[in-house]
């Protein structure tokens, strides 16, 4: 069935240091791809998204690109702040017959940022 | 600030007992979704509705789970009798059929001992 998976965590960085979380999926056809965003006592929030192969989703200096030749949607960001601390997941909405908006997300790996 | 809303934030109960889970969806979406959150199996989805109608409650234990929107304002998840394999994070999200965006609320707490 459709999965995703992510690196495990924590990630542990210190301010303005160079991100990465490696997403890749497993899915029938095309989905759309997703990164959601949970701080710590917070339900999650859409960061980004892409629906098409090729497509880079961005937002608050976050950036995926959806590559469908190596099922992955890696999460980058150039110089994190402590304000990034938090939980990410990368998710995704199989394709086959529309968007019936059914998200199947990864494990989360948890970022924190140290000053 | 349109917010999905949920009720109780936090619940404590003992093995056996009902325990009903409220949910207030962003006014005009069309479809809740109903996530369960734990440690070991992470963010999983229950059930979802489109339109008060459910659509999908395969990920919902039938014998001691339902879900119901008894209006387009309210929708509810109920467990009875609970058990302590229920502790998790019970969130609700909604959004608006055909969209991708679903927006979640702050979740429902429940520790079942």
Redesign the interface.
């Known amino acids: 069935g459709d999965s995703v998976t992510q690196m495990e965590g924590p990630v542990t960085l210190s301010e303005e240091a160079f991100l990465t979380i490696n997403c890749t999926y497993t899915a029938t056809g095309y989905p759309?791809l997703?990164w959601y965003v949970q701080y710590p006592?917070?339900?999650?929030?859409?960061l980004l998204?892409a629906?098409k192969a090729d497509d880079k989703g961005s937002n608050k200096g976050f950036e995926a690109t959806y590559r469908k030749e190596t099922t992955s949607f890696h999460l980058e960001k150039g110089s994190v702040q402590v304000s990034d601390s938090a939980v990410y997941?990368c998710a995704l909405?199989p394709g086959a017959r529309?968007?019936?908006?059914?998200?199947?997300?990864?494990?989360?790996t948890t970022l924190q940022v140290k000053p | 600030d349109a917010r999905v809303t949920q009720t109780p934030r936090h619940k404590v109960t003992e093995m056996g007992q009902e325990v009903t889970m409220r949910c207030q969806p962003i006014l005009g979406h069309n479809t809740v979704f109903w996530y369960r959150q734990t440690m070991m199996q992470g963010l999983e989805l229950l059930a979802y509705f489109r339109n008060r109608a459910p659509l999908d409650d395969s990920g919902m234990p039938k014998d001691r789970f339902s879900a119901e929107m008894p209006d387009a304002t309210l929708a509810t998840l109920k467990i009875q009798p609970s058990e302590p394999r229920d502790s998790a994070v019970y969130f609700c999200a909604s959004g608006l059929a055909g969209a991708y965006e679903q927006y979640f609320g702050p979740g429902t707490r429940l520790t079942v001992t």
């Open positions: 759309s997703f006592g917070e339900g999650l929030q859409l998204k629906t997941f909405i529309g968007n019936t908006g059914k998200l199947i997300f990864g494990q989360g």
